[in-house]
């Protein structure tokens, strides 16, 4: 074991053991009083200072550059990846108000302690390839079957490959969300779509724990329609100039806003809204205003 390898083991070792223990102490505080998961008065009073300065009576393009512009300044703490999850998603962020978390696209409950080892194994197998392959050497499907046995239980609703995995994009804990390997892989970088004859939400059954369906280069999630869309329009305010073009023309805005119109804002999305607006120092517009979508021009 080099010496490199030695010290990561140790930062990660500790990192996990604080994950842990957060985890552990937020699910205790949740149990013992309501509102720590989420204080409507609190989020009221800070929803208030931060849209202060913004004049909502703007035309609609107007509002988008106010918008984009609040939303980019007061993103001070721009949140590397390997802390944002672990560090503050499965721990804290992405709780649900029973203390587990929920896969995003399958409405699966899972124990963040799960969430926090599993992925504290995968890095740890890919710090450990890293160390025993050369990857330049290595054929490109090869590198591919790799990456795809190794998946975390995080999912960016924007690919990675839309913005060349680039920070501080990568770590926007705005659009990251709990999501099983076997989703996250059902996914891929296909932009979300809305088959006809998949009605999922509409079903006797309900959501049954899919990950939803996957045609050709589209998407559709069984579960998270709303949130998903939320968080990709705030995206689209945040980062206008980011995604490249190819994947930025398969964006299908009207089917977003749709979405985002049929499943309203939820009190675990208020939770995750302010959550990150304490670590971050930024908020998405959607969710505190969810009538935006009716007055910006894109």
Same mark, same amino acid.
């Given at each position: 074991?080099?010496?490199?390898?030695?010290?990561?083991?140790?930062?990660?070792?500790?990192?996990?053991?604080?994950?842990?223990?957060?985890?552990?102490?937020?699910?205790?505080?949740?149990?013992?009083?309501?509102?720590?998961?989420?204080?409507?008065?609190?989020?009221?009073?800070?929803?208030?200072?931060?849209?202060?300065?913004?004049?909502?009576?703007?035309?609609?393009?107007?509002?988008?550059?106010?918008?984009?512009?609040?939303?980019?300044?007061?993103?001070?703490?721009?949140?590397? $990846?390997?802390?944002?999850? *672990?560090?503050?998603?499965?721990?804290?962020?992405?709780?649900?108000?029973?203390?587990?978390?929920?896969?995003?696209?399958?409405?699966?409950?899972?124990?963040?302690?799960?969430?926090?080892?599993?992925? $504290?194994?995968?890095?740890?197998?890919?710090?450990?390839? /890293?160390?025993?392959?050369?990857?330049?050497?290595?054929?490109?499907?090869?590198?591919?079957?790799?990456?795809?046995?190794?998946?975390?239980?995080?999912?960016?609703?924007?690919?990675?490959?839309?913005?060349?995995?680039?920070?501080?994009?990568?770590?926007?804990?705005? @659009?990251?969300?709990?999501?099983?390997?076997?989703?996250? *892989?059902?996914?891929?970088? @296909?932009?979300?779509?809305?088959?006809?004859?998949?009605?999922?939400?509409?079903?006797? /059954?309900?959501?049954?724990? /899919?990950?939803?369906?996957?045609?050709?280069?589209?998407?559709?999630?069984?579960?998270?329609?709303?949130?998903? /869309?939320?968080?990709?329009?705030?995206?689209?305010?945040?980062?206008?100039?980011?995604?490249?073009?190819?994947? $930025?023309?398969?964006?299908?805005?009207?089917?977003?806003? %749709?979405?985002?119109?049929?499943?309203?804002? *939820?009190?675990?999305?208020?939770?995750?809204?302010?959550?990150?607006?304490?670590?971050?120092?930024? %908020?998405?517009?959607?969710?505190?205003?969810?009538?935006?979508?009716?007055?910006?021009?894109?």
């Amino acid at each position: 074991m080099s010496e490199a390898l030695r010290t990561d083991l140790v930062a990660w070792d500790l990192a996990f053991h604080d994950a842990l223990l957060q985890a552990e102490e937020h699910k205790r505080r949740i149990q013992e009083n309501p509102t720590h998961y989420f204080d409507e008065a609190e989020d009221k009073e800070t929803k208030e200072a931060y849209y202060q300065t913004l004049s909502f009576e703007q035309d609609g393009h107007e509002l988008y550059q106010a918008l984009h512009e609040l939303v980019k300044g007061t993103h001070f703490h721009q949140i590397p $990846y390997h802390e944002s999850t *672990s560090k503050h998603l499965y721990p804290w962020v992405d709780l649900q108000e029973n203390g587990m978390l929920k896969s995003i696209y399958a409405g699966k409950e899972q124990d963040p302690e799960e969430a926090i080892k599993h992925d $504290y194994q995968v890095a740890l197998e890919k710090r450990k390839m /890293a160390e025993t392959y050369s990857f330049n050497e290595l054929p490109p499907h090869t590198i591919t079957e790799m990456e795809q046995k190794l998946k975390y239980n995080c999912e960016h609703v924007v690919p990675q490959s839309w913005f060349r995995k680039q920070e501080p994009m990568k770590g926007d804990l705005h @659009h990251l969300f709990t999501c099983e390997p076997r989703c996250n *892989s059902m996914r891929s970088n @296909h932009p979300y779509h809305d088959f006809a004859e998949y009605t999922p939400e509409r079903s006797v /059954a309900g959501i049954r724990d /899919a990950c939803g369906k996957q045609e050709g280069n589209f998407f559709e999630p069984e579960y998270g329609k709303g949130i998903v /869309a939320r968080a990709t329009l705030y995206f689209l305010i945040r980062y206008p100039e980011e995604i490249q073009n190819e994947f $930025y023309h398969q964006i299908d805005r009207t089917l977003l806003i %749709r979405w985002h119109n049929e499943f309203p804002v *939820s009190r675990y999305e208020k939770h995750r809204n302010q959550a990150i607006y304490v670590i971050q120092g930024n %908020r998405n517009p959607f969710i505190d205003f969810p009538e935006l979508t009716d007055k910006i021009e894109w």
